[in-house]
């Protein structure tokens, strides 16, 4: 097949221990899935269908990267979160269904442009602006499932700077991992190559240049992230 310019590589993540990687396909986000959380962004944490919004395959970035802050923001975020990696497609699976699924498991770091997403979500629009511009999916490498067993539980923290801002568990999610998948999967077909980023934990906050973020969960070590002068 001939295109009329190169297509862009696949974006894709490092897998742990292994040289294949990961091929990204598509990224889903689920909104405040931690009671805390939604309560610090003034949402009553309730047990409603979770809502999900989405970034750019493209916007991966890895372990270890420099992200320059980002343009047409003030308040830039950190979101400490679990992340699914979907291996098997599917459709309208049940909770038991969808371990199977589940292909493994990574450290993500959702980073947000906070002003823009409020005045977004204050006047009705959607999140994009927000939530899906360039840099903004960080990534660690994705562990096997098959290793790691189903999470379920484990400490979550993020800090900025050495300093703790961030600390939960994997339980404290409102919706829980087969829950997601499952949920997710009522609406379209996830297929092999899909990203679900869970959500975050309470004390979500600024980074500016210099700062150095920090992400851990049990079983899958650290991934880190330095913040760069914003681009020029």
């Known amino acids: 097949m001939n295109y009329v310019f190169p297509p862009h590589p ?63 923001t003030s308040n830039f975020h950190h979101e ?13 699976v049940s909770e038991a269904e969808s371990w ?11 980073l947000t442009r906070r002003d823009l997403q409020f005045e977004a979500r204050d006047n009705g629009r959607p999140w994009d602006w927000g939530k899906a511009f360039d840099n903004s999916a960080v990534c660690g490498p994705i562990h096997r499932a ?19 801002r961030q600390k939960a568990d994997l339980a404290d999610l409102i919706w829980s991992v087969p829950e997601i998948v499952s949920i997710l999967s009522r609406s379209v077909r996830v297929a092999p190559g899909d990203l679900v980023y869970t959500g975050t934990p309470a004390g979500v906050g600024p980074l500016v240049p210099g700062d150095v973020c920090v992400v851990e969960i049990d079983g899958l070590g650290k991934l880190t992230t330095t913040i760069a002068e914003r681009a020029s």
């Open 146 to 164: 098959s290793e790691i067993g189903r999470l379920e539980k484990g400490a979550i923290q993020l800090t900025v700077n050495q300093t703790v």
């Open 80 to 92: 400490g979160e679990l992340v699914l990696a979907i291996g098997k497609a599917g459709f309208n």
């Open 10 to 72: 696949v974006p894709s993540v490092a897998v742990q221990g292994e040289s294949e990687r990961f091929p990204v396909r598509r990224i889903f986000c689920v909104g405040r899935n931690y009671e805390e959380h939604a309560r610090e962004m003034g949402k009553d944490p309730t047990r409603e269908l979770p809502f999900f919004f989405t970034k750019p395959a493209d916007a991966i970035v890895e372990d270890g990267a420099v992200v320059p802050y980002p343009p047409l």
């Open 100 to 110: 199977d699924l589940i292909w493994g498991y990574a450290i993500g770091n959702d």
